[in-house]
């Protein structure tokens, strides 16, 4: 409790998955650049606080404890940071997303160590119920703007929308949904923006927990027969984890999710317009309009300005 006035911090909640970091030099230089970036731009109101949720393993939580005494040193606003043990989400997790682990993830059996790729999409489970908002962010980012006004767009969802994202950036989709679209030539799954349903990308996104925990649709969909009956119906058979259970339930249910901009997840990785998309790819990597975060997925580099 803040003070004699009986008002209440207003915490903003985000999350990052930060494990196997003190193994990866190059997973320490994106922490940095993306912790760096967005305590510069920063700005709260007074009475607000920064809650910083990482989701670790012991030694990257040590690794990670000194790191942020450096990167916040001179942040400007109220904050705190918790560490979850990686070990401890997925012996809670892997029971409700075991069976959505064979569509989603490489290799044939669902290893009970992937089932934390799963984590967003069953986090209205997981966390407490006084938990309502939180974003889930990627370490490979770069901030050009106020988070805080990312927590603005929460405000913005229309009745029904559980979460909020950007669209995917590659033809990725095109490919995943390949036998599909051949089947159903006139569908739009998989095809380019405005038009088209290119898929998400989950480097960013906006959970609403509480919207999570009412809706009976998502929440239907998280059934195991549910999930095989659309993986069936759709064809689908991925890798990505979280991001292709949102792509594949989006293609069915789009009004389940809220739109962001672009720019909210400039996605940098261009793979696959080397291999076999070149012709269409521009269609999917433009981006009008201002830039928020920078996105430099598969270690793609990120411009200084
Ligand atoms: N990550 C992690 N440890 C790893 C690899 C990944 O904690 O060894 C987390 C980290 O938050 C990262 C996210 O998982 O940003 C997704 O991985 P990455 O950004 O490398 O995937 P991409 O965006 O290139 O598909
Ligand atoms: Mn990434």
């Known amino acids: 409790r803040g003070g004699e006035s009986g008002a209440v911090d207003q915490h903003y909640h985000i999350l990052m998955m930060f494990t196997k970091v003190d193994k990866s030099r190059s997973l320490q230089d994106k922490f940095r650049v993306a912790m760096l970036s967005m305590v510069k731009h920063a700005r709260f109101l007074e009475g607000e606080v920064l809650v910083l949720h990482f989701v670790s393993d012991p030694a990257s939580k040590e690794l990670g404890e000194r790191m942020l005494q450096e990167f916040l040193f001179d942040a400007t606003f109220k904050y705190e940071v918790l560490f979850h043990d990686v070990e401890a989400l997925t012996q809670k997790l892997y029971p409700i997303v075991e069976a959505m682990q064979q569509h989603f993830s490489s290799g044939s059996g669902a290893y009970y160590s992937d089932a934390i790729f799963f984590l967003s999409v069953a986090m209205h489970h997981i966390m407490p119920e006084s938990l309502t908002r939180i974003l889930q962010l990627d370490l490979d ?75 009976a649709l998502y929440n239907q969909l998280l059934k195991p027969d549910n999930v095989a009956k659309l993986a069936d119906q759709y064809r689908f058979r991925g890798h990505l984890g979280d991001q292709d259970f949102f792509t594949m339930i989006g293609m069915e249910h789009p009004e389940l999710f809220y739109p962001l901009a672009c720019g909210w997840n400039r996605q940098l990785c261009t793979w696959w317009r080397d291999h076999g998309y070149g012709e269409v790819f521009h269609l999917y990597y433009r981006c009008n309009g201002p830039v928020y975060i920078y996105h430099g997925n598969c270690n793609s580099p990120i411009p200084d300005d």
């Open 141 to 215: 980012l770069k901030y050009r703007t106020n988070i805080r006004d990312l927590f603005q767009e929460f405000d913005h969802f229309p009745p029904g929308a559980v979460i909020g994202i950007t669209r995917e950036m590659q033809p990725v989709y095109r490919h995943t949904f390949w036998q599909y679209r051949k089947e159903n030539p006139q569908a739009r799954v998989g095809e380019p923006p405005p038009e088209g349903l290119p898929g998400f990308n989950s480097g960013v996104m906006l959970l609403d927990l509480g919207a999570m925990r009412a809706s």
